[in-house]
Protein backbone atom coordinates (compact mmCIF):
# COMPACT_ATOMS: atom_id res chain seq x y z
CA UNK A 1 0.00 0.00 0.00
CA UNK A 2 1.20 3.44 -1.35
CA UNK A 3 1.08 6.10 1.89
CA UNK A 4 0.40 9.03 1.59
CA UNK A 5 1.17 11.99 3.82
CA UNK A 6 -0.76 15.92 2.69
CA UNK A 7 -0.01 18.40 4.11
CA UNK A 8 -0.45 20.77 6.02
CA UNK A 9 -4.62 19.75 6.93
CA UNK A 10 -5.13 23.13 7.68
CA UNK A 11 -4.19 26.19 5.75
CA UNK A 12 -6.06 29.92 6.49
CA UNK A 13 -5.64 32.30 3.82
CA UNK A 14 -6.81 35.23 2.19
CA UNK A 15 -8.51 35.86 -1.27
CA UNK A 16 -5.65 36.88 -3.25
CA UNK A 17 -3.11 34.82 -1.64
CA UNK A 18 -1.03 32.11 -3.80
CA UNK A 19 -1.16 28.85 -1.70
CA UNK A 20 0.58 25.45 -2.00
CA UNK A 21 -0.52 22.32 -0.71
CA UNK A 22 1.75 18.97 -0.69
CA UNK A 23 1.37 15.35 -0.95
CA UNK A 24 4.16 13.05 -0.22
CA UNK A 25 4.23 9.52 -1.43
CA UNK A 26 5.64 6.43 0.87
CA UNK A 27 7.12 5.42 -2.69
CA UNK A 28 7.47 6.80 -6.44
CA UNK A 29 4.44 7.00 -8.63
CA UNK A 30 5.80 8.47 -11.27
CA UNK A 31 3.68 11.41 -12.32
CA UNK A 32 0.17 8.98 -11.83
CA UNK A 33 -1.29 11.51 -9.27
CA UNK A 34 -4.95 13.51 -9.44
CA UNK A 35 -6.16 16.45 -7.56
CA UNK A 36 -9.60 17.03 -6.35
CA UNK A 37 -11.85 19.64 -4.88
CA UNK A 38 -14.59 19.40 -2.65
CA UNK A 39 -16.97 21.82 -1.06
CA UNK A 40 -18.78 21.29 1.58
CA UNK A 41 -22.18 19.45 0.88
CA UNK A 42 -21.11 18.75 -2.73
CA UNK A 43 -19.29 15.58 -4.20
CA UNK A 44 -15.48 16.10 -5.22
CA UNK A 45 -14.12 17.69 -8.64
CA UNK A 46 -11.19 16.67 -10.87
CA UNK A 47 -9.00 19.62 -11.19
CA UNK A 48 -5.33 18.39 -12.24
CA UNK A 49 -4.44 14.71 -13.16
CA UNK A 50 -1.14 13.15 -14.16
CA UNK A 51 0.71 15.62 -11.64
CA UNK A 52 0.42 18.78 -14.10
CA UNK A 53 -2.45 18.76 -16.73
CA UNK A 54 -5.45 20.99 -16.25
CA UNK A 55 -8.74 19.30 -16.08
CA UNK A 56 -10.90 21.17 -18.86
CA UNK A 57 -12.49 24.00 -17.63
CA UNK A 58 -10.78 24.48 -14.39
CA UNK A 59 -9.29 27.80 -14.16
CA UNK A 60 -5.59 28.46 -14.87
CA UNK A 61 -4.60 29.56 -11.27
CA UNK A 62 -4.75 25.90 -10.44
CA UNK A 63 -1.44 24.48 -11.45
CA UNK A 64 0.25 20.61 -10.09
CA UNK A 65 3.55 19.64 -9.88
CA UNK A 66 6.26 16.80 -9.39
CA UNK A 67 6.78 14.04 -9.75
CA UNK A 68 7.94 9.97 -7.94
CA UNK A 69 7.29 11.18 -4.62
CA UNK A 70 6.39 14.67 -4.07
CA UNK A 71 3.71 16.75 -5.20
CA UNK A 72 2.36 20.38 -5.16
CA UNK A 73 -0.80 22.13 -6.05
CA UNK A 74 -0.64 25.43 -6.48
CA UNK A 75 -3.38 27.99 -6.59
CA UNK A 76 -1.72 31.31 -8.16
CA UNK A 77 -4.34 33.59 -6.52
CA UNK A 78 -6.90 32.27 -4.05
CA UNK A 79 -10.40 33.47 -5.21
CA UNK A 80 -13.50 33.30 -2.72
CA UNK A 81 -15.12 29.90 -4.77
CA UNK A 82 -11.45 28.26 -4.01
CA UNK A 83 -12.34 27.89 -0.29
CA UNK A 84 -12.92 24.09 0.46
CA UNK A 85 -10.91 21.26 0.85
CA UNK A 86 -8.06 19.63 -1.42
CA UNK A 87 -7.36 16.05 -1.76
CA UNK A 88 -4.62 14.05 -3.95
CA UNK A 89 -5.33 10.63 -5.10
CA UNK A 90 -2.36 8.48 -6.50
CA UNK A 91 -3.53 5.88 -9.16
CA UNK A 92 0.07 3.85 -9.81
CA UNK A 93 -0.49 1.06 -7.62
CA UNK A 94 -3.89 -0.79 -6.18
CA UNK A 95 -5.13 0.23 -4.35
CA UNK A 96 -6.16 3.74 -5.63
CA UNK A 97 -5.76 6.00 -2.40
CA UNK A 98 -6.43 9.37 -1.39
CA UNK A 99 -4.31 12.07 0.86
CA UNK A 100 -6.56 12.39 3.98
CA UNK A 101 -7.22 16.23 2.77
CA UNK A 102 -6.58 19.93 3.14
CA UNK A 103 -8.97 22.25 4.25
CA UNK A 104 -8.53 26.01 2.64
CA UNK A 105 -10.59 28.44 5.04
CA UNK A 106 -10.83 32.17 5.06
CA UNK A 107 -8.04 33.33 7.16
CA UNK B 1 -23.89 16.82 -20.02
CA UNK B 2 -22.54 14.23 -17.70
CA UNK B 3 -24.67 12.83 -15.26
CA UNK B 4 -24.87 10.10 -12.34
CA UNK B 5 -27.77 9.94 -9.98
CA UNK B 6 -27.23 7.16 -7.38
CA UNK B 7 -30.01 5.54 -5.26
CA UNK B 8 -30.61 3.12 -2.67
CA UNK B 9 -29.27 4.48 0.59
CA UNK B 10 -30.79 4.14 3.53
CA UNK B 11 -30.64 3.04 6.93
CA UNK B 12 -29.94 -0.44 7.65
CA UNK B 13 -29.14 -2.76 10.79
CA UNK B 14 -25.58 -4.47 10.47
CA UNK B 15 -25.58 -7.80 9.39
CA UNK B 16 -27.85 -7.03 7.01
CA UNK B 17 -27.66 -6.08 2.40
CA UNK B 18 -28.26 -3.00 0.57
CA UNK B 19 -28.05 -2.72 -2.84
CA UNK B 20 -26.89 0.79 -4.81
CA UNK B 21 -27.80 2.21 -7.97
CA UNK B 22 -26.04 4.48 -10.15
CA UNK B 23 -27.81 5.86 -13.54
CA UNK B 24 -25.87 7.15 -15.81
CA UNK B 25 -26.86 9.41 -18.49
CA UNK B 26 -24.51 12.51 -20.95
CA UNK B 27 -22.00 9.68 -22.31
CA UNK B 28 -21.66 6.74 -23.42
CA UNK B 29 -21.73 4.15 -21.02
CA UNK B 30 -20.08 1.31 -22.30
CA UNK B 31 -17.33 2.68 -23.52
CA UNK B 32 -15.96 3.72 -19.46
CA UNK B 33 -14.68 2.08 -16.54
CA UNK B 34 -16.67 2.91 -13.36
CA UNK B 35 -15.87 3.23 -9.59
CA UNK B 36 -17.48 3.54 -6.16
CA UNK B 37 -16.05 5.70 -3.68
CA UNK B 38 -17.35 6.33 -0.68
CA UNK B 39 -16.75 9.03 2.36
CA UNK B 40 -17.56 8.56 6.11
CA UNK B 41 -19.31 11.42 7.81
CA UNK B 42 -16.65 14.29 8.49
CA UNK B 43 -13.85 11.94 6.80
CA UNK B 44 -12.12 11.66 3.54
CA UNK B 45 -12.24 9.56 0.85
CA UNK B 46 -11.77 6.13 0.11
CA UNK B 47 -11.98 4.22 -3.26
CA UNK B 48 -14.25 1.35 -2.60
CA UNK B 49 -14.40 -0.80 -6.09
CA UNK B 50 -14.02 -0.35 -9.81
CA UNK B 51 -15.41 -2.05 -12.92
CA UNK B 52 -14.15 -1.91 -16.65
CA UNK B 53 -16.12 -1.19 -18.93
CA UNK B 54 -16.88 -4.74 -20.32
CA UNK B 55 -16.85 -6.16 -16.55
CA UNK B 56 -13.85 -7.56 -17.41
CA UNK B 57 -11.73 -6.56 -14.68
CA UNK B 58 -13.26 -6.03 -11.37
CA UNK B 59 -11.37 -4.97 -7.75
CA UNK B 60 -12.28 -4.43 -4.33
CA UNK B 61 -10.88 -2.30 -1.55
CA UNK B 62 -9.59 -4.91 1.14
CA UNK B 63 -12.28 -3.43 3.49
CA UNK B 64 -15.32 -4.50 1.51
CA UNK B 65 -13.86 -7.45 -0.19
CA UNK B 66 -15.73 -10.49 0.18
CA UNK B 67 -18.90 -8.70 1.50
CA UNK B 68 -19.54 -6.00 -1.74
CA UNK B 69 -19.94 -6.91 -5.23
CA UNK B 70 -19.59 -4.23 -7.80
CA UNK B 71 -21.68 -4.77 -11.30
CA UNK B 72 -22.92 -2.77 -14.40
CA UNK B 73 -25.50 -3.19 -17.17
CA UNK B 74 -24.17 -1.23 -19.87
CA UNK B 75 -28.04 -1.51 -21.53
CA UNK B 76 -29.67 -0.17 -18.82
CA UNK B 77 -26.76 2.56 -18.38
CA UNK B 78 -26.46 1.33 -14.88
CA UNK B 79 -23.65 0.25 -12.28
CA UNK B 80 -24.83 -1.24 -9.01
CA UNK B 81 -22.74 -2.38 -5.65
CA UNK B 82 -24.90 -5.33 -4.08
CA UNK B 83 -23.29 -4.91 -0.01
CA UNK B 84 -23.76 -7.96 2.21
CA UNK B 85 -22.68 -8.31 5.71
CA UNK B 86 -22.77 -4.67 6.96
CA UNK B 87 -20.46 -3.05 9.14
CA UNK B 88 -20.83 0.23 11.33
CA UNK B 89 -17.61 1.18 9.56
CA UNK B 90 -19.21 0.98 6.17
CA UNK B 91 -21.58 4.21 6.87
CA UNK B 92 -21.05 6.62 4.92
CA UNK B 93 -21.75 8.80 1.18
CA UNK B 94 -21.58 6.58 -1.57
CA UNK B 95 -20.25 7.95 -5.05
CA UNK B 96 -20.62 6.71 -8.07
CA UNK B 97 -17.53 8.19 -10.16
CA UNK B 98 -16.70 8.06 -14.13
CA UNK B 99 -13.22 6.91 -14.91
CA UNK B 100 -11.56 9.58 -16.72
CA UNK B 101 -10.05 6.49 -19.08
CA UNK B 102 -10.48 6.55 -23.22
CA UNK B 103 -12.12 3.97 -24.47
CA UNK B 104 -11.55 0.42 -23.52
CA UNK B 105 -9.16 1.03 -20.90
CA UNK B 106 -8.77 1.96 -17.07
CA UNK B 107 -7.13 5.40 -15.81
CA UNK B 108 -8.38 4.75 -11.65
CA UNK B 109 -9.39 8.65 -11.66
CA UNK B 110 -12.47 10.41 -12.10
CA UNK B 111 -13.86 12.87 -14.08
CA UNK B 112 -16.88 12.50 -13.14
CA UNK B 113 -19.06 12.14 -9.47
CA UNK B 114 -22.83 11.39 -8.70
CA UNK B 115 -24.23 13.70 -5.43
CA UNK B 116 -23.98 10.61 -3.88
CA UNK B 117 -25.79 8.11 -1.38
CA UNK B 118 -25.86 7.79 2.64
CA UNK B 119 -25.21 4.56 3.66
CA UNK B 120 -26.22 4.28 7.69
CA UNK B 121 -25.74 1.23 9.60
CA UNK B 122 -26.65 1.24 12.78
CA UNK B 123 -29.01 -0.97 14.66
Known amino acids: VIWMTQSPSLLSASTGDRVTISCRMS??????LAWYQQKPGKAPELLIY???TLQSGVPSRFSGSGSGTDFTLTISCLQSEDFATYYC?????????FGQGTKVEIK | EVQLVESGGGLVQPGRSLRLSCAAS????????MHWVRQAPGKGLEWVSG????????GYADSVKGRFTISRDNAKNSLYLQMNSLRAEDTALYYC????????????????WGQGTLVTVSS
Open chain 2, 26 to 33: GFTFDDYA
Open chain 1, 27 to 32: QGISSY
Open chain 1, 89 to 97: QQYYSFPWT
Open chain 2, 97 to 112: AKDKSSVGATEYYFDY
Open chain 1, 50 to 52: AAS
Open chain 2, 51 to 58: ISWNSGSI
